[in-house]
């Protein structure tokens, strides 16, 4: 067995996604050149190990991408110019992530005997006495690009129900008056679509996906927003500054230390003279 065949067998992500995601990273960091023709299906098929039509699949993803495109009797190439992707930079601030969906585009959908209360870990919080679930797509440019799950506390709800339907629940939480957010989580893990998953994001079964969970608590510690958010793993990013906090830091003290020497100076301007 070769050893690309056994990372086939360690994956249960299905073959043709496999082959998409490498060629795709091929494209990504430049070792196929836009404009340059790729290998034939012949030469892809031995290199990869697997069947002409588990490549013909991988292609195919690939085109609908735009990342590729075939010249009829020529071959495939690289596209001159490749779709935007990770246009979504995921948040790590409150104010950035509020900023950041205030104005998406949403459709929701009406679920069927939803969830009454969200499961929450030893670390999220307490359960409110009622919750309202709501389900959407978001959008972008026409495509779908995650799925929000939400439970919302009932009480939180119903100050303002027009506007929680209408648009993303987390914006409007945070622009309510009366409610102390406490504290704020979020978590990211990777996964893969199930076959709901696939249908709403228009993406293959198996593809990876972001999985991101938002919980917000109140002075109380009851968890008043909880939500379940998927995204297509081409939609989204992550870049975090590890050195942010350590800069503001030294802006504080580099501040601290010139407040002082200028108090310093200023007393001892109007010490009175010696002579």
């Known amino acids: ?54 490549i013909r699949q991988a292609v195919d993803i690939l085109r609908e991408e735009g990342l590729l495109h075939s010249r009829q009797g020529r071959g495939t190439f690289v596209a001159e110019t490749t779709v935007s992707r990770y246009w979504l ?82 914006s409007v939480l945070a622009g309510l008056k009366g409610i102390e957010i406490h504290a704020a989580h979020q978590t990211v893990v990777i996964g893969t679509a199930d076959p709901v998953t696939a249908g709403l994001l228009h993406i293959e079964l198996g593809a990876p996906v972001a999985e991101c969970r938002y919980v917000v608590t109140n002075n109380k510690g009851i968890a008043i927003y909880v939500s379940d958010i998927i995204y297509r793993s081409d939609a989204i990013k992550l870049h975090i500054d590890l050195f942010a906090n350590a800069r503001a830091s030294s802006r504080a003290a580099t501040r601290g230390r010139t407040t002082k020497v200028r108090a310093a100076s200023g007393s001892s301007a109007t010490l009175p003279s010696c002579n």
Do not use: C
């Open 89 to 170: 930079k995921l948040a790590t601030t409150w104010d950035t992530l509020v900023d950041t969906i205030k104005d998406n585009v949403l459709k929701r959908i009406k679920v069927h005997n939803p969830p009454p209360a969200p499961t929450l870990r030893e670390e999220e919080g307490e359960l409110a006495s009622k919750y309202i679930f709501m389900r959407s797509v978001q959008y972008k440019d026409g495509q779908p690009y995650s799925i929000v799950n939400v439970h919302l506390a009932d009480s939180v709800y119903r100050r303002a129900a027009d506007q929680f339907r209408q648009h993303a629940a987390l």
């Open 1 to 54: 067995m070769s050893e690309i065949t056994k990372v086939y067998d360690h994956s249960r992500v299905p073959l043709y996604i496999q082959v998409a995601s490498v060629m795709r990273r091929r494209i990504e960091t430049k070792q196929w050149l836009p404009g340059q023709k790729i290998s034939t299906l012949d030469e892809l098929e031995r290199e990869f190990e697997v069947a002409r039509v588990t």
